[in-house]
Nanobody
Framework: QVQLVESGGGLVQAGGSLRLSCAASGSSFSVKFSMGWYRQAPGKQRELVAA???????NYASSVKGRFTISRDNTKNTVYLQMNSLKPEDTALYYC?????????WGQGTQVTVSS
């Protein structure tokens, strides 16, 4: 089993910043897992925001490149998403994922709301 607990969401004005954290635990968790952040806005499909491999390689959705930074601390089994220059269109429920979107594990999500 793997448990993922997200934190750090909230309400912020456009142009502001938030930092999301996701702490992983459980007997099935491995630091070899790639980890990622996904988001889902009302009426839209869940989409990848950013992902990071165990070795630190990253990829980002084009809509957040240059504004968001994903990082991980393998000693704490935690992945972070630093979000700067937030826009109203970034408003969504943000989910943490470990092990990939097809057969991996998901957190419960943390709400990010950006007001204009």
């Amino acid at each position: 089993q793997v448990q993922l607990v997200e934190s750090g969401g909230g309400l912020v004005q456009a142009g502001g910043s938030l930092r999301l954290s996701c702490a992983a635990s459980g007997s099935s968790f491995s630091v070899k897992f790639s980890m990622g952040w996904y988001r889902q806005a009302p009426g839209k499909q869940r989409e990848l925001v950013a992902a990071i491999t165990s070795g630190g390689s990253t990829n980002y959705a084009s809509s957040v490149k240059g504004r968001f930074t994903i990082s991980r601390d393998n000693t704490k089994n935690t992945v972070y998403l630093q979000m700067n220059s937030l826009k109203p269109e970034d408003t969504a429920l943000y989910y943490c994922n470990a092990g990939g979107s097809y057969s991996g594990y998901w957190g419960q999500g943390t709400q990010v709301t950006v007001s204009s």
